[in-house]
């Protein structure tokens, strides 16, 4: 490949790479943020399966490195495959796999994963449906249709580039004797004297051209109508590249582009529409693997807390606190909502309700006695 068409692909690669790893990254963080609860007989518990998840899944990386890799891999392959490999003390270990290979796709019997590979190493056991935890981003892979667009549209970054080098460039003519064309000893000196001295005239920030009998120079410069406009067209399609990007992941594109008005909405519409699916689908296929239908039915189970993403602030909340705690909302369900520390004392996990909630019937029934 030519050294300018291993540019153009470098260059085309790095717009591209840099629209997807920021959406993949913000739906890694959200996700990271997100609190696994667990549950035996419907009473909330703190123990080895709430460790595994929020805090160790295996003995090289934390809670967050594993998710970060989880979503990496739903986004680019969109499908990521979670395995327990072994016992570690007793308790499980979860890694994510970076190849596996289906023999075939099985239908009214349990799928196969086999030659299952993460880092270097290729488990040769072969695990079955309920081994694993095997996650689809979507049912269609959206990959290969952003990739022709990404090709599409970078063919017009790449024109207006172009356009823009060529608008501030500096682009001369210079005019000859007829007498002196066609003359091999004339066209090498004339060469010769473009390398010494006109090629350092147009790089220098000043210089002094020197102008012969029989040469006259005349600059014919860019298009002067697009010199106003600077690199906004290129910025332009490029924030149109990161903008389809986005919505390829259900993610808002004011999310992506650095804009702050409309983020609020943007917030809600993020967490309803990319990240909550990608979590329930995540419960589901926990609750179902690794509990199994005859532990949930008994109240073990597991869930993922999505309400934790975004920052809560205790202060400008205070008003929406006093209403929640007079519906009968408990001290430490505040603090666990707020990301603080729980009381253990009978009054921290007392319900009250204020006074001014009834049942209808007796308010309706009380206003008559009246």
């Known amino acids: 490949m030519p050294c300018q068409e291993l540019l153009a692909a470098v260059q085309e690669y790095n717009v591209r790479e840099l629209a997807f790893w920021i959406c993949v990254n913000m739906i890694a963080n959200a996700i990271g943020r997100c609190e696994f609860r667990t549950f035996r007989n419907s009473v909330e518990v703190w123990e080895t399966d709430y460790y595994l998840w929020n805090v160790e899944p295996n003995v090289n990386q934390n809670s967050s490195q594993f ?166 067209d290129i910025k332009a399609l490029i924030e149109d590249i990161f903008d389809f990007t986005a919505r390829s992941f259900l993610v808002p594109a004011v999310l992506v582009n650095g804009k702050v008005e409309a983020t609020s909405d943007a917030n809600h519409r993020f967490l309803t529409y990319c990240i909550d699916p990608i979590c329930e689908q995540l419960q589901e296929e926990i609750n179902r693997k690794l509990y199994g239908y005859d532990r949930w039915r008994a109240g073990e189970f597991l869930r993922v807390d999505s309400s934790s993403i975004l920052h809560f602030d205790l202060f400008k909340n205070a008003e929406n606190i006093e209403k929640l705690m007079g519906c009968g909302y408990s001290y430490n369900d505040i603090q666990r909502a707020a990301g603080g520390a729980e009381i253990n004392e009978p009054w921290a996990n007392a319900h009250v309700i204020t006074k001014n909630f009834a049942d209808a019937q007796n308010v309706t029934n009380g206003g008559d006695a009246k």
Not at 137 to 143: A, E, I, K, P, S
Not at 191 to 204: A, G, H, I, N, R
């Open 67 to 232: 998710l970060h890799k989880m979503v990496a891999k739903l986004c680019q392959d969109n499908e990521a495959l979670i395995i327990n490999p072994r016992q570690r003390d007793g308790h499980g270990t979860l890694v994510v796999a970076d190849d596996w290979m289906v023999p075939e796709p099985a239908v009214t019997r349990m799928q196969e994963y086999k030659q299952v590979l993460v880092g270097d190493l290729t488990f040769r056991k072969t695990f079955m449906e309920d081994d694993v935890l095997h996650l689809r981003l979507n049912h269609m892979n959206l990959n290969p249709v952003m990739d022709g667009l990404y090709k599409s549209y970078y063919r017009m970054v790449d024109a207006a580039v172009k356009a823009n080098i060529w608008d501030h460039g500096q682009h001369w003519k210079v005019h000859l004797r007829q007498i002196n064309q066609g003359d091999e000893e004339f066209n090498r000196r004339f060469t010769q004297m473009l390398q010494d001295q006109v090629k350092p005239f147009l790089e220098s920030n000043g210089a002094i051209l020197p102008e012969f009998d029989g040469y006259e120079y005349s600059n014919v410069g860019g298009g002067q109508t697009r010199v106003k406009q600077d690199t906004r």
